[in-house]
């Protein structure tokens, strides 16, 4: 009778640790995914979105499946926001690698800059990691789903950067 209840109270904090991963990630899952959304997945979407960039440069980076094959990492620069887009040579197709603010601009992101570190974790739940100046949420789940990571830099005791950057599918890179 005994086992019983522990077998049952096993499975009741399995599923609650498994709510909680769900829960704790959908909210970053969904901003890297309205980002996407705001933002586009390549330069002439972005251009859209958002306006002509202040500059652009491009280098050019090994492809991680095939180091022989030279992909592109095209870097826009805004007043307060940097996006950098991935372009795979092979398809000569582009993704949204990477979004870092400095400014707020609601067209892009929530505002966060500026907001406290407690303001963070009640919005986004427990960071994966907490270092000195920064803190850090990783979208994966169990099933290693997720879109990438968001980092925020605190100065003082309040947000003063945000970079979201988004994990490369083997879609692009292959």
Same mark, same amino acid.
């Given at each position: 009778?005994?086992?019983?209840?522990?077998?049952?109270?096993?499975?009741?904090?399995?599923?609650?640790?498994?709510?909680?991963?769900?829960?704790?990630?959908?909210?970053?899952?969904?901003?890297?995914?309205?980002?996407? +959304?705001?933002? $586009?997945? @390549?330069?002439?979407?972005?251009? &859209?979105?958002? *306006?002509? %960039?202040? #500059? !652009? =440069?491009?280098?050019?980076?090994?492809?991680?499946?095939?180091?022989?094959?030279?992909?592109?990492?095209?870097?826009?620069?805004?007043?307060?926001?940097?996006?950098?887009?991935?372009?795979?040579?092979?398809?000569?197709?582009?993704?949204?690698?990477?979004?870092?603010?400095?400014?707020?601009?609601?067209?892009?992101?929530? +505002?966060?800059? $500026?907001? @406290?570190?407690?303001?963070?974790? &009640?919005?986004? *739940?427990? %960071?994966? #990691? !907490? =270092?000195?100046?920064?803190?850090?949420?990783?979208?994966?789940?169990?099933?290693?789903?997720?879109?990438?990571?968001?980092?925020?830099?605190?100065?003082?005791?309040?947000?003063?950067?945000?970079?979201?950057?988004?994990?490369?599918?083997?879609?692009?890179?292959?």
């Amino acid at each position: 009778f005994v086992i019983s209840f522990v077998v049952i109270d096993e499975e009741y904090v399995q599923a609650a640790q498994e709510e909680s991963a769900t829960r704790d990630t959908s909210p970053i899952n969904e901003l890297l995914k309205a980002t996407i +959304e705001k933002v $586009g997945n @390549s330069r002439s979407s972005v251009a &859209t979105q958002i *306006g002509k %960039p202040l #500059s !652009i =440069s491009t280098e050019f980076v090994a492809n991680p499946n095939d180091p022989l094959q030279d992909d592109r990492i095209h870097t826009l620069t805004y007043d307060g926001i940097i996006i950098w887009i991935y372009q795979a040579a092979e398809h000569n197709k582009e993704k949204l690698l990477s979004v870092r603010m400095t400014k707020n601009r609601k067209e892009v992101l929530p +505002e966060l800059i $500026g907001k @406290s570190k407690e303001y963070i974790i &009640t919005k986004f *739940g427990q %960071p994966a #990691s !907490i =270092s000195e100046g920064k803190i850090r949420y990783d979208s994966l789940d169990d099933d290693e789903s997720g879109l990438g990571v968001i980092e925020l830099e605190f100065k003082n005791p309040s947000v003063d950067a945000v970079e979201l950057t988004y994990y490369l599918d083997q879609k692009i890179s292959k």
